[in-house]
């Protein structure tokens, strides 16, 4: 079976936002196969169950597999690793950047969509991906360094801190994002 990638946007996102589009548009270059879900989002609309629904059908048609590469930002790293869990799916590689788990102190809004996600076994992830890459920032203006470092530390087999990048987004100037491409 073909590898292939997968790159979840986190809450509120699109798949059009930050560098999703331009590592898309790398990835297929490479005559690879790449998908970028459109998570439904809106505080009624974006929790775990329905982000669920939509992997599940993937998962479903065969996409998600041992030679699969999932990237996820933001929230997307906890729900992924809670996906694969308790679904008990084995993939490739996970690529995380700024990832969080059981933090609240945003705003009441995200504080909401993301409380769905969040779960107590997250070191559990490692039995199901054979590398999982943490990059996070020491300064991300909606997710204090302490909760990413710590994130990064129960699950990552290779963490990568990025000074003064911010939350790794189009916000912090990352329209493109060159060190993952070494990941990949």
Do not use: R
Not at 104 to 132: H, R
């Amino acid at each position: 079976m073909k590898e292939n990638y997968f790159i979840i946007h986190g809450s509120f996102g699109s798949p059009f936002g930050n560098w999703f589009s331009w590592l898309q548009d790398f990835i297929s270059s490479d005559d690879k196969q790449v998908y970028v879900p459109q998570f439904p989002i809106g505080v009624e609309y974006q929790n775990y169950e329905n982000w669920s629904k939509l992997l599940k059908y993937y998962l479903e048609l065969g996409l998600i597999n041992e030679n699969t590469t999932i990237i996820g930002h933001s929230i997307a790293p906890v729900f992924i690793s809670k996906f694969l869990t308790e679904n008990k799916v084995k993939v490739k590689k996970l690529i995380f950047v700024c990832g969080f788990n059981n933090y609240l102190g945003i705003n009441d809004e995200y504080d909401t969509v993301n409380k769905t996600m969040y779960f107590n076994n997250l070191e559990d992830v490692k039995q199901y991906a054979n590398q999982i890459i943490c990059f996070y920032s020491d300064n991300d203006p909606y997710v204090k360094y302490e909760v990413e470092k710590d994130f990064a530390s129960n699950v990552a087999t290779e963490q990568i801190l990025i000074p003064n990048a911010g939350h790794i987004n189009s916000e912090s100037g990352y329209d493109t994002f060159e060190d993952i491409v070494n990941y990949l």
